[in-house]
T-cell receptor, first 113, second 112 residues
């Protein structure tokens, strides 16, 4: 059990560019969550997968955001046409089928210039 | 909608002091309640949890009791250490596969 990993850990981009983040959950965890955390705030839910199915999306997730989990293992979160307001820490968490505990990765810190 | 309200920080204590961080929630039904901790430079880690009324979660000397009558889940520790310096987040979820709803976090600094 190597924990949840996220790549990259840091990303600096210019406004208008597209970025993609990757999350590798704990193996055999069928649930995967994405959250966003801005400075001084708690994480806010973005979206949730059970296996490869995306079951819930927050209204925070504008149409510039898309997430996938094609084989029910790793997941990607893409932000198109980034804006300065997208600057935040993006967190991924995974959860096993018989557990109430979500395990978080270290996050990807995005800075949009 | 569901929400969590945490005591405003930052909190600064001396080593061996008693710690309380207040947390109250608003939710329908019977949510599960959690405390997560974020140490400097690290990811969120589950500290403790409680899944039903009157349950007490405990870990590493920290405790919190699920109080449905006051919709609270206050975090306590009898004697804090410098290594407890971190940001503490109270959170709730509606069920086993539900998203977490977090409070804003409380930064704790413990001085020697």
């Amino acid at each position: 059990d190597t924990g949840v990993s996220q790549n990259p850990r840091h990303k600096i981009t210019k406004r208008g560019q597209n970025v993609t983040f990757r999350c590798d959950p704990i193996s055999e965890h069928n649930r995967l969550y994405w959250y966003r955390q801005t400075l001084g705030q708690g994480p806010e839910f973005l979206t949730y997968f059970q296996n490869e199915a995306q079951l819930e999306k927050s209204r925070l997730l504008s149409d510039r955001f898309s997430a996938e989990r094609p084989k029910g293992s790793f997941s990607t979160l893409e932000i198109q046409r980034t804006e300065q307001g997208d600057s935040a820490m993006y967190l991924c968490a995974s959860q096993g089928a018989s557990s109430e505990t979500q395990y978080f990765g270290p996050g990807t810190r995005l800075l949009v210039l | 909608g569901d929400s969590v309200t945490q005591m405003e920080g930052p909190v600064t204590l001396s080593e061996e002091a008693f710690l309380t961080i207040n947390c109250t929630y608003t939710a329908t039904g019977y949510p599960s309640l959690f405390w997560y901790v974020q140490y400097p430079g690290e990811g969120l880690q589950l500290l403790l949890k409680a899944t039903k009324a009157d349950d007490k979660g405990s870990n590493k000397g920290f405790e919190a009791t699920y109080r449905k009558e006051t919709t609270s889940f206050h975090l306590e520790k009898g004697s804090v250490q410098v290594s407890d310096s971190a940001v503490y987040f109270c959170a709730l979820s509606r069920g086993g596969s539900e998203k977490l709803v977090f409070g804003k976090g409380t930064k704790l600094t413990v001085n020697p």
